[in-house]
Antibody
């Protein structure tokens, strides 16, 4: 079955860089049409999409956060890594990764999410 | 960038039908997906490609999409349907990005 799990620090200081890892199983990012997206959700607020990486190495980023985000994949480890620079308290949120089946199919499997707090 | 507009809240009595709308410019020309999120849980895909249901999602959940409004309809609402619901689509314009609506809190009276 398909599973995804996010891992990374629970607490980061302002100005630091956040690195999150999504480890997945049950599918391969070498398969045509497979993608992984990152999404975040500040406490009590709506979902916000951050970035996506595709099986063919295409990358897509939120327009508002593009300059701070980098997404990459390690297909041998079934992992996708998201880095976000210049962290600020407003970046405090639960960060999710999800299997992304593209325009017509959406995000069909999600990790349980990891809460990241930005505080000094 | 593309904007999706949802009502903040919808209330419905058990056994009745709930309709949650998602407004966007010419949204009927795009594929819309819907997610259910219960407190403390990750979102769950309940409708994709406007009206298709993933395996395991009850037939009570249905979707439609036309012109400037997509709609998630939940028939015979149960207490367990109380959740936040989000619509989503891929903005294939200049931004090339996923866009989420602001979410709708469904309250079962």
């Amino acid at each position: 079955q398909v599973t995804l799990r996010e891992s990374g620090p629970a607490l980061v200081k302002p100005t630091q860089t956040l690195t999150l890892t999504c480890t997945f199983s049950g599918f391969s990012l070498t398969t045509s049409g497979m993608c992984v997206s990152w999404i975040r959700q500040p406490p009590g607020k709506a979902l916000e999409w951050l970035a996506r990486i595709d099986w063919d190495d295409d990358e897509y980023y939120s327009t508002s956060l593009r300059t701070r985000l980098t997404i990459s994949k390690d297909t041998s480890k079934n992992q996708v890594v998201l880095t976000m620079t210049s962290m600020d308290p407003v970046d405090t949120a639960t960060y999710y990764c999800a299997r992304d089946r593209g325009t017509s199919m959406g995000l069909d499997y999600w990790g349980q999410g990891t809460l990241v707090t930005v505080s000094s | 960038s593309y904007v999706l507009t949802q009502p903040p809240s919808v209330s419905v009595a058990p056994g009745k039908t709930a309709s949650i709308t998602c407004g966007g410019n010419d949204i009927g020309t795009k594929s819309v997906h819907w997610y259910q999120q219960k407190p403390g849980q990750a979102p769950l895909l309940v409708i994709y490609y406007d009206s298709d249901r993933p395996s395991g999602i009850p037939e009570r959940f249905s979707g439609s999409n036309s012109e400037n409004t997509a709609t998630l309809t939940i028939s015979r609402v149960e207490a367990g349907d109380e959740a936040d619901y989000y619509c989503q689509l891929w903005d294939s314009g200049s931004d090339l990005s996923w866009v989420f609506g602001g979410g709708t809190k469904l309250t079962v009276l």
